[in-house]
């Protein structure tokens, strides 16, 4: 079974510039997660779809960043403009739904590495 | 703001000792109960879960959990030098949500 995918992996930009990174969720999961997770620090949520609609958003910051998952599998989360702190390391993650009971899980790709200069 | 704890470490430890990693939270209502192994550079990947109270084997790890304390806790047991890693708590909250601690960073030494 083929995991989470994610791209590019590595971004270097400068600051006030765009990046946009891509996700693709293993195959049948309705649930996509993205987490931001800064150097030292526990991944923090993002933004959580379930299929094409936003579940939660809350710690999105939306002034800057936008997600979209447009017909419910791939992914495509955007930020723009960068600032110094969206350094960090974005991940994209999947589960067969929104709920963790009977073993279901969350599966992470290898994430998207962010420095912003 | 809903809330897991963990202390940041480093954990050190002799390797063939037991590891004994711990996590809070705060939402009194959460249900379900993950530790994920986080190596330097890599994505996290889940060890085990846990949803009742009381304790959870599998292989050398052991998971625990007292809901009334609101505390979880991993065992690592003949720890190994490949255990070296971030150990991060996660907690599904009341309102469904996976919430991660700041990681436990865990050194067995050889």
């Known amino acids: 079974e083929a995991g989470v995918a994610q791209s590019p992996r590595y971004k270097i930009i400068e600051k006030r510039q765009s990046v946009a990174f891509w996700c693709n969720p293993i195959?049948?999961?309705?649930?996509l997660y993205w987490y931001q997770q800064i150097l030292g620090q526990g991944p923090k949520l993002l933004i959580q779809?379930?299929?094409?609609?936003?579940?939660?958003d809350s710690q999105l910051p939306k002034d800057r960043f936008s997600a979209e998952r447009l017909k419910g599998v791939d992914s495509t989360l955007k930020i723009q403009p960068a600032k110094l702190e969206d350094s960090a390391v974005y991940l994209c993650?999947?589960?067969?739904?929104?709920?963790?009971?009977?073993?279901?899980?969350?599966?992470f790709g290898e994430g998207s590495w962010l420095t912003v200069v | 703001q809903k809330e897991v704890e963990q202390n940041s470490g480093p954990l050190s430890v002799p390797e063939g000792a037991i590891a004994s990693l711990n996590c809070t939270y705060s939402?009194?209502?959460?249900?379900?109960f993950f530790w994920y192994r986080q190596y330097s550079g890599k994505s996290p990947e889940l060890i085990m879960f846990?949803?009742?109270?009381g304790d959870k084997e599998d292989g050398r790890f052991t998971a625990q959990l007292n809901k009334a304390s609101q505390y979880v806790s991993l065992l690592i047991r003949d720890s190994q030098p490949s255990d070296s890693a971030t150990y991060l708590c996660?907690?599904?909250?009341?309102?469904?949500?996976?919430?991660f601690g700041s990681g436990t960073r865990l050194l067995v030494r050889p």
């Open positions: 939402d009194r209502g959460s249900q379900s």
């Open positions: 846990i949803y009742s109270n």
């Open positions: 779809f379930q299929n094409n609609g936003v579940v939660d």
């Open positions: 195959s049948g999961h309705a649930t």
């Open positions: 996660a907690v599904m909250d009341s309102s469904y949500k996976l919430i």
């Open positions: 993650a999947s589960s067969l739904d929104l709920f963790f009971f009977s073993g279901n899980t969350i599966y």
